[in-house]
């Protein structure tokens, strides 16, 4: 039995290793939700966030994980008479699709086998329907280690469907991925701080357009903790609609100023180096899920070519190391698995763990 006080360092997709640096901000003092020095901590935390995201519109806090900002956007966001396109490549696009049906909305889905991608032309010819008020990308698929061609995507609706909105789900893409929220013309982006940020679970990120903003002012039935119209309200004053996760926040100021030192031309080359050194060795070792062209920098789906039995070879390597990687997700558990190469993980975290699969697979 694993002892929950010495838990292993983590390489699945989620919640990744978090350093003790970061650990020690969660400690701090609490501050009043309400009080001026949590106001303070509110503000220079969306305003690191609006300069990593290359944004000047909305930056909102949730406590939830980013689940929750799949029905924030379409509570908020597409009327009952819209129809929303769901784009699906994968279990969490899947997923989106099934919350946007379930706040009972209009839902089309456009879906390919998992570990293919979504292409600008398939979203041209349902867009050009011009049925759509909305459509859904993910940006970066977890589970199967897919990163979508967002940018010309998102340039070609720019051009074409200018009125469409466009949710992205960048739960594993934000703060190690290229993200220019306002170039791109996106208008609800966000994450789960257990991803990239490299800190617990718990908080989510969500930048929000303007015009999406002035979308949900005439969409009923936005329900309370996700409505948009209480969330800038309470931004306004630098404080979140319900009490926040302030330890959280804490954290994530830090980690935003970290990684804005670092400067996100260079977060996104370290995370592109360990993308390419881990698809390196599954090459040489297995083969790749996704095509290259298309796998991921945060993570790589090792497709199982040698049959080796993953559910063993991680309790092997929990075992003698107290480390962890991820089994595949869903229907392609053992068919494949996964390594986290995001957030603090570094370089020689990733060869110390292939070498350690090395050792158990001969």
């Not at 924030?72 to 919350?99: M, P, Y």
């Not at 089309?108 to 867009?127: A, F, H, S």
């Not at 209480?230 to 979140?240: G, M, R, Y």
């Not at 996100?264 to 060795?281: L, T």
């Amino acid at each position: 039995m694993t002892d929950w006080k010495n838990p292993p360092r983590l390489f699945i997709p989620g919640p990744v290793k978090v350093n003790e640096d970061v650990l020690q901000q969660l400690a701090r003092p609490t501050l009043g939700h309400r009080l001026k020095e949590y106001s303070q901590l509110h503000s220079e935390t969306v305003q690191t966030l609006k300069k990593m995201l290359f944004t000047e519109q909305n930056v909102f806090l949730s406590t939830s994980s980013a689940s929750g900002i799949w029905e924030a956007s379409i509570r908020n966001c597409v009327g009952f008479d819209e129809t929303v396109l769901c784009t699906c490549c994968g279990a969490f696009s899947d997923k989106w699709a099934d919350v946007a049906k379930g706040c009972g909305r209009k839902v089309e889905q456009l879906k390919v086998d998992w570990g293919q991608p979504i292409t600008p032309e398939m979203v041209d010819k349902e867009l050009a329907t011009g049925k759509y008020a909305a459509v859904t990308l993910v940006y970066n698929e977890t589970s199967t280690g897919l990163t979508n061609p967002l940018r010309e995507i998102s340039k070609m609706m720019k051009q074409k469907y200018p009125d469409v909105l466009v949710f992205v789900d960048a739960v594993s893409a934000m703060a190690a991925l290229p993200l220019h929220f306002d170039e791109l013309g996106w208008d609800i982006a966000f994450a789960s701080v257990q991803k990239a940020f490299a800190i617990p679970p718990g908080l989510a990120v969500a930048a929000v357009s303007n015009r999406a903003l002035e979308k949900s002012k005439n969409v009923p039935n936005r329900g309370y903790y996700f409505d948009f119209q209480l969330w800038a309200k309470s931004d306004q004053k630098n404080q979140t609609l319900v009490t926040p996760n302030i330890p959280h926040i804490m954290a994530l100021n830090y980690q935003c100023e970290k990684l804005l030192k670092e400067g996100m031309e260079n977060v996104w080359s370290r995370h592109a180096h360990m993308g390419e050194f881990v698809r390196a060795w599954a090459r040489e070792k297995f083969d790749l899920f996704c095509e290259e062209k298309y796998a991921s920098n945060t993570l790589t789906t090792v497709k199982n070519t040698r049959g080796i039995n993953v559910a063993e070879t991680i309790k092997a390597i929990q075992q003698k190391h107290n480390t962890v990687f991820g089994n595949g997700y869903g229907k392609l558990k053992e068919q494949t698995f996964r390594i986290a190469h995001m957030g603090d993980i570094t370089l020689d975290d990733l060869k110390e763990l292939l070498a350690w699969i090395d050792d158990e697979i001969g």
